[in-house]
Structure formats: structure tokens, C-alpha cells
């Protein structure tokens, strides 16, 4: 498998996890295996595009614009390749107190292409997702306290973030998850899903420092 390097994502550290969850669901163990997922589907991906958890400027609209005209719909993968608009993008979100977190993507599809130097990451793992608004099926398929069978041996093989470590392992979870489908197990139906290799950038790294 060759994989190209696309570009960031920038999320808020709003805990995907959370929504419409009962309290007494949130101490179970099915719901501590949730939490330890820190895959490219656990945080709010590009924040700045939803009113539910940020105030809607102009500043926010230009740059969720942007994103969509120039990338998200051109390529169907919600990776941008440019890094002056996630600098512009990362202090948008400080300057409106948001938290955020740094993922490099790399993934099969060639395109976008990422346009700058690769920034220093720290590997986190490789997960399988969507393109585009980001569900990840390791959460429900792996995670879950009704695990079907024929997963067990890709859940024994995640690694402390709930990611594979290596392209062989989440191949063979692929292939697990399509055996188990063909068998009748409730799983999600393959659909626009992709591999994904992801590592954590320092999103103020990636920020000029200024001269003098």
C-alpha cells in the first residue's frame, strides 16, 4: 500500500464521545474503551464550521469557505495540504479560546498534496474512516462490550490509542470486518472508508515565529 501525504487536520478537543451520552452509560467499560480511541474520529474536526459549539463571525464563515471550495469538495477528503491556512486556521480557534489538536494525514489517495515541509508528529496509528466528516468503525466495531467474533483478534491488536500500529494489521481487520458482514454481524457496511496514517503535529509549531 502506498500512501501520499495529504495534509492536517485541525479538531477541537470537544469530546465526540460525549454527545446524547446517559451519565450512567459513562462509567461502564464499554464506554472507558470509547475514551481511550484517540483516532481521527474522537475530536471535532474543523471546528470552526459549526455554530453548535462555536459563535458564527466572518473571519470563521471565510475560512470554513475556503476549506470547502478549495479542498473539501475538489477532493472529497476533508484534509487541507496548505499550511498558511491552518496557521491562519490554528490562531483563529486560540484567539477564540479553542483547544485544539493537530493531525497529519496520509492516506491512499493522491491527492491533495501536501505543499510545505513535513512538520515534526508524533505517530498515533493507522484508523479506518471516512473521508469526509470523519466516522471511524474501530470505535463500534472493536470497542464494543458485544464484539463479534470474528474481531477478536484485530481488538487484541490495537494498540494503547485504539489504532493499528502497522498497514498488515488494519489490512487484516478489513478483511475481518467484510468476512463478518458476508456472515450477517450488524457491522456498518463498507463505504467511502480509507485508510488512514495519523500522527500529532504541534499545532504551534507550525506557526512563523516572528523575526527579531
Request: hydrophobic content about 35%; aromatic content about 12%.
Amino acid at each position: 500500500m502506498i500512501l501520499f501525504n495529504n495534509g492536517l487536520v485541525i479538531q477541537a478537543r470537544i469530546d465526540t464521545t460525549q454527545f446524547d451520552v446517559p451519565a450512567e452509560f459513562r462509567q461502564t467499560p464499554e464506554f472507558l474503551r470509547y475514551q481511550s480511541y484517540q483516532g481521527i474520529a474522537r475530536y471535532v474536526s474543523w471546528p470552526l464550521a459549526w455554530p453548535l459549539h462555536v459563535e458564527q463571525d466572518l473571519t470563521t464563515k471565510e475560512l470554513t469557505t475556503e476549506a470547502e471550495q478549495t479542498w473539501f469538495q475538489r477532493y472529497d477528503l476533508d484534509v487541507v495540504p496548505d499550511q498558511e491556512y491552518c496557521v491562519r486556521y490554528f490562531r483563529a480557534c486560540r484567539d477564540r479560546g479553542i483547544t485544539t489538536r493537530t493531525l497529519f494525514c496520509r492516506t491512499e489517495r493522491q491527492l491533495p498534496t501536501w505543499q510545505a515541509p513535513i512538520p515534526e508528529s508524533a505517530f498515533l496509528g493507522y484508523d479506518y474512516s471516512t473521508s469526509q466528516l470523519f466516522y471511524s468503525v474501530i470505535p463500534d466495531d472493536l470497542l464494543v462490550d458485544d464484539l463479534s467474533p470474528l474481531l477478536a483478534e484485530s481488538r487484541a491488536r490495537l494498540n494503547s490509542n485504539r489504532l493499528f500500529d502497522n498497514e498488515a494489521d488494519v489490512h487484516d481487520y478489513i478483511e475481518q470486518r467484510e468476512t463478518a458482514i458476508k456472515s450477517g454481524e450488524p457491522l456498518e457496511p463498507d463505504g467511502d472508508f480509507l485508510v488512514y496514517h495519523l500522527s500529532e503535529v504541534n499545532g504551534a509549531s507550525l506557526v512563523p515565529t516572528p523575526a527579531g
